[in-house]
């Protein structure tokens, strides 16, 4: 194989098939499992979103309650997780903290030393269901201590979204705000072979356990070229400063050959698909906090680096500034992500499991000719 060959970054690669997701960047479109991901943030509670990824159909009534008592029911995290948690210095990232944790979760699954127990299907359905309830509790624990809080124990009686913020914030905002959190956990839950999710398909491919491969798609994740880039819009807020200083702030940043984060995608080259959802749901917080100093920077600085390179925002450039308007810190927004694509991630691990193939592509290489060792 020439290098010539060589898809660099597998860009254009078609490399298996799935049934979870289909993004259309001509019609502009994300399906999950069929529905139009706009549909779903419309209408639809993250639970029943994380059941249809699982299960391929929408949950009924009867199949959503279920579910919502397994969720609550697992949320609280085991002494020796919350220990772990608490030996990490609080200044570390929370990235690497949460992805710490998910490592330590494997540990405490006991399913996983019985014969053919790594890669059962009906336990890694099982282990979905649990690192989706312990993520949010772990996430917020992660929150609270980076402001020298106690954790918040979960509580029973809130869904999931408005129990997140409550174990982070302990109290809920308006409903308006609360649904926009559930909206952005909606729009990130699943965006076919993304980094993040083939990093996992890999992991799984080798018929590792589920734990591992969700550890590595978070480490994955991390990159500011994949999800770090919600975190690194904020950091490129607070550079810019106001609406005025755009012009001149993108002149230096682009004669610097900067990336700006939060524009562009691998896939979509007109526009994420995403982002009208995301944007109307920021505005409904930007409304609420009356911060136009802020809508007005979003604006100036999409329609300024739009009309100058014409690559439009993704997702993370509206999620950004949302999470930062409901209170989070910054680097916890990247954990947010967390909480939501694993849904996407897991549906993928098991679905890599029902119908394996040991992912290994090939090289063309391009160091030195055959030589020998002197002397030899
Ligand atoms: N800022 C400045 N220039 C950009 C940007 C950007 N955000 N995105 C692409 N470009 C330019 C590149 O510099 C390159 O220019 P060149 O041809 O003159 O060298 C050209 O557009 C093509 O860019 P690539 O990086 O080669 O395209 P690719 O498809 O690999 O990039 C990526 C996709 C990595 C997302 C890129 O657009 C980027 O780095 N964006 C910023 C990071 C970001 O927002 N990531 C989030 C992705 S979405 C998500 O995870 C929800």
Same mark, same amino acid.
């Given at each position: ?18 049934? +979870? ?49 397994? =969720? ?5 995290? !085991? ?27 494997? /540990? %405490?699954? @006991? ?11 009906? %336990?890694?359905? @099982? ?10 509790? +772990? ?9 020298? %809080? &106690? ?8 869904? #999931? ?13 308006? @409903? ?20 993040? /999710? ?8 080798? /018929?590792? @356990?589920? #734990? ?23 950091? +490129?807020?607070? =550079? $810019?400063?106001? &609406?005025?200083?755009? $012009? ?19 896939? #979509? ?7 009208? /959802?995301?944007?109307? !749901?920021?505005?409904?917080? %930007? ?19 739009? &009309?100058?390179?014409? +690559? ?40 890599? !499991? ?23």
């Amino acid at each position: 194989m020439s290098a010539s060959e060589v898809k660099k970054g597998l860009a254009g690669v078609v490399a298996d098939v799935t049934a +979870i997701s289909k993004v259309n960047p001509e019609s502009n479109s994300l399906l999950y499992r069929g529905y139009p991901v706009q549909e779903l943030a419309a209408t639809q509670p993250f639970e029943a979103v994380a059941y249809l990824l699982w299960h391929g159909e929408l949950p009924t009534a009867a199949q959503l309650a279920d579910f919502e008592r397994l =969720e609550r029911a697992q949320r609280a995290l !085991a002494p020796s997780t919350v220990a772990v948690l608490e030996t990490m210095p609080p200044d570390a990232h929370p990235m690497d903290i949460v992805r710490t944790a998910v490592s330590q979760l494997g /540990t %405490l699954d @006991d399913t996983l030393h019985e014969p053919g127990g790594w890669t059962d299907p009906q %336990l890694d359905l @099982d282990r979905s269901a649990l690192l989706f309830a312990q993520l949010p509790t +772990i996430i917020a624990a992660v929150q609270r201590r980076r402001r020298g %809080l &106690a954790p918040i124990p979960p509580r029973a009686d809130l869904d #999931y979204s408005r129990n997140f913020l409550w174990m982070t914030f302990g109290e809920l905002p308006s @409903d308006a705000a609360v649904d926009v959190f559930r909206v952005s956990l909606v729009l990130y839950a699943e965006h076919s072979f993304n980094a993040s /999710t083939f990093t996992a398909r890999v992991i799984a491919s080798t /018929t590792s @356990d589920l #734990y591992s491969a969700v550890v590595g798609a978070i480490g994955a994740l991390k990159g500011p070229l994949h999800g770090g880039a919600n975190e690194a819009v904020m950091h +490129i807020f607070e =550079e $810019v400063g106001t &609406a005025a200083n755009v $012009v001149p702030w993108l002149d230096r940043a682009l004669a610097e050959k900067r990336k700006i984060m939060g524009f562009g995608h691998r896939v #979509y080259k007109h526009g994420d698909s995403r982002v009208p /959802t995301m944007h109307a !749901a920021l505005e409904v917080l %930007l409304d609420e906090s009356g911060r136009t100093d802020l809508a007005a920077l979003y604006a100036a600085l999409e329609s300024e680096f739009v &009309a100058r390179k014409g +690559i439009y925002p993704n997702l993370d450039y509206p999620s950004g500034p949302a999470y930062h308007l409901l209170g989070f810190d910054t680097e916890i927004f990247t954990p947010l992500f967390v909480a939501a694509r694993v849904t996407g991630w897991t549906a993928h691990i098991m679905e890599q !499991a029902a119908a394996n193939a040991l992912i290994r592509p090939l090289s063309a290489y391009s160091g030195v000719d055959e030589r020998h060792v002197p002397g030899l």
